[in-house]
């Protein structure tokens, strides 16, 4: 089974500075496709970010970006300029390719709480 | 607009008292999952649902039931709530077809936070 880990639980950065949050991955499929949501205070799930694991090409998505480690397994996500809105807990996902369980589940990680310091 | 409802948004309840959360989406998806969110292990699939009549279990199903009916419908059945089921409750959907839900991913309702007394 396909196991996601965030292992840092909080966060913290000055607004407009840069900061990344890790995220790794363990699974034996080739072809998978990876997530980052949002979630503000609000509950709100927020999709931040995707990823599919046969593109080489990082991810990027205005001020946030990945770095996709596909042989390390190791799917970070990057927010440059930061600002006091990005203030949430935020969660990686995985979501396997196969038909039918692997498409219907995302399997997430713990959540990282991210702060931004005025 | 399109979106995931889920109601009631807040509830607490007795240990044993029956309760349902109502999840509804208006794109005409076919998936559609139920999750809980915990501290320190993120979010965890309940059930899921392919299409009308065809569910099954997720990774945590244990004192759950749902139902599919209709397409737009998935609500999830609490029959005899316990303290361990006090937990934040999500509702997602997404299309069946890649590239036809935006970015693959699904959509989510609010959440409903449950306690359990």
């Known amino acids: 089974a396909q196991t996601v880990t965030q292992s840092q639980p909080e966060m913290s950065v000055q607004e407009a500075e840069t900061v990344t949050l890790s995220c790794t991955y363990d699974?034996?499929?080739?072809?998978?496709?990876l997530f980052w949501y949002k979630q503000p205070p609000s509950r709100q799930m927020i999709l931040v970010i995707r990823?599919?694991?046969?593109?080489?090409q990082n991810a990027t998505e205005n001020r946030f970006s990945v770095n996709f480690q596909k042989a390390a397994k190791s799917f970070s996500l990057k927010i440059s300029d930061s600002q006091l809105g990005d203030a949430a807990m935020y969660f990686c996902?995985?979501?396997?390719?196969?038909?039918?369980?692997?498409?219907?589940?995302?399997?997430f990680g713990q959540g990282t709480r991210l702060t931004i310091n005025p | 607009e399109a979106q995931v409802t889920q109601n009631p948004r807040y509830l607490i309840t007795v240990t044993g008292k029956k309760l349902t959360v109502t999840c509804s989406q208006n794109?005409?998806?076919?998936?559609m999952s139920w999750y809980r969110q915990d501290p320190g292990l993120g979010l965890r699939q309940i059930y899921y649902?392919?299409?009308?009549?065809?569910?099954d279990k997720g990774d945590v199903p244990e004192g759950y039931k749902v139902s599919r009916k209709e397409k737009r419908n998935f609500p999830l059945i609490l029959e005899s709530p316990s303290p361990n089921q006090t937990s934040l409750y999500f509702c997602?959907?997404?299309?069946?077809?890649?590239?036809?839900?935006?970015?693959?991913?699904?959509?989510f309702g609010s959440g409903t936070r449950l306690t359990v007394v």
């Open positions: 699974t034996s499929e080739s072809d998978y496709y």
């Open positions: 997602a959907s997404r299309h069946k077809y890649r590239g036809l839900s935006g970015a693959y991913g699904y959509t």
């Open positions: 794109m005409n998806h076919e998936y």
């Open positions: 990823q599919e694991a046969y593109k080489q």
């Open positions: 996902a995985y979501r396997s390719p196969k038909f039918p369980s692997g498409a219907q589940k995302l399997v």
């Open positions: 649902s392919m299409n009308v009549e065809v569910t």
